[in-house]
């Protein structure tokens, strides 16, 4: 058995340091993951008291996308593991300090770089690897958007290239009618715009296969483990609603998890990856790949004996893996429905008299309109009771403004 390196003791010379680029509720819950095996977590973010920041050791206030300011922060905190959390990032300093030894990239830099990349990701998949994919085409000006629409043929979707919590919401093509539409709401505010653009189909489902690369223990080498599979729901561009397992036929289980084994693969090194795939009897189809925790996967948080966050950690430190399911469950996003720079939660307790049922809340500083707060995650004997429970849970919690009011309140999603 080969023995992963010791950690050291958190604020001593001896100290395993992890520092997270981005200090949002993923951030928050990996932060806990890595407190648990003795790590010292720095948590960064442009914004003083984000989530991540409130429950590590250090927390920095610095801005992610420059280079200088991120280089300088790597060398004053000296850390063994970078773990990107967001998609707007100084991802040159990040391959600088892989390449000199300086730190290790989660997962690697190479898939740091990817990510905020549609067309990259996208051209590896099919023309590098071989995988199959939807019919796509990317364009640049409302010319080339014309022609791949009418490459692609309706129905398709439009989405930006580059991914980010600023992306703007895929647009739905249905007819000539409605291409200038689209165009303009994508290149709104924008001074360049590149999007995709994707032939749309009746799909019987869409999962997503966690994915995760570690060390085994037994070879010494890079292994491959899969957690069950996830269905998602999506409500304006924005996670709603999660469950787990999805139930997929196994020649497709089967056939998404050598996807998600070859994506991951091209992509390098150690952690969690989300892939998301599109099914279609027993096709499968590629579809995008997030190398790092999801909000998709909150849910393993009640579901597994360990968590997304805690397999992160696991994978990146050569830790055995495991990732078996102990209880169908689900998960329902806590939506504001206030602008504020301060908000109070209400209804909690009706929340938590759902059975089996808890609440998590972000810790966000400040709420909009529609910006997802928290979540509720039940688990019952199969996923029809447990979603009931979660959107009942949900339901239940009112946000209100506490002080420092940006705008008036409003209803929405």
Partial sequence: ?????????????????????????????????????????????WRAGAPAQQVAHVAHVVDVTDPRAVTALIRKVEPDFIIPEIESI???????????????????????????????????????????????????????????????????????????????????????????????????????????????????????????RSIDPETGRLATWFCEPLGHLYRHGHFAESWQPMRVSEAALGSARSVAARVTGALGGRGVFNVRLFVEGEDVYFSEVVPRPHDTGLVTMVTQRFSQFDLQARAILGYPIDATLVSPGASSAIISDVASDAVAYRGLAGAMEQPETTVELFGKRGASVGRVMGVVLSTAENIATALDRARAGAEAIRLVPAGGQRGSEASGA
């Avoid at 509720?25 to 003795?38: C, P, Q, V, W, Y």
């Avoid at 600023?166 to 093509?173: E, G, N």
């Fill in 90 to 212: 100084a991802v040159d300093v990040l391959e600088a300090a892989e390449a000199a030894g300086a730190a290790t990239v989660v997962p690697s830099s190479k898939a740091v770089r990817l990510a905020t990349n549609r067309e990259g990701l996208r051209r590896m998949a099919s023309e590098e690897l071989g995988l199959p994919t939807m019919p796509f085409e990317f364009a640049s000006d409302f010319t080339e958007f014309e022609l791949a629409v009418g490459a692609v043929g309706y129905p398709c979707v439009a989405k930006p290239n580059v991914e980010g919590p600023q992306a703007k919401s895929l647009y739905r093509i249905d007819s000539a009618d409605d291409v200038e539409p689209a165009w303009a709401h994508l290149c709104e505010g924008e001074e360049k715009t590149r999007v995709i653009v994707e032939r749309l189909v009746d799909f019987d489902a869409e999962i997503t296969i966690i994915a995760v």
């Fill in 1 to 45: 058995m080969t023995e992963p390196a010791p950690i050291g003791t958190p604020l001593t010379a001896s100290a395993t340091r992890v520092m997270l680029l981005g200090s949002g509720e993923l951030s928050k819950e990996l932060a806990i993951s890595f407190h648990r095996l003795g790590l010292e977590v720095h948590a960064v973010d």
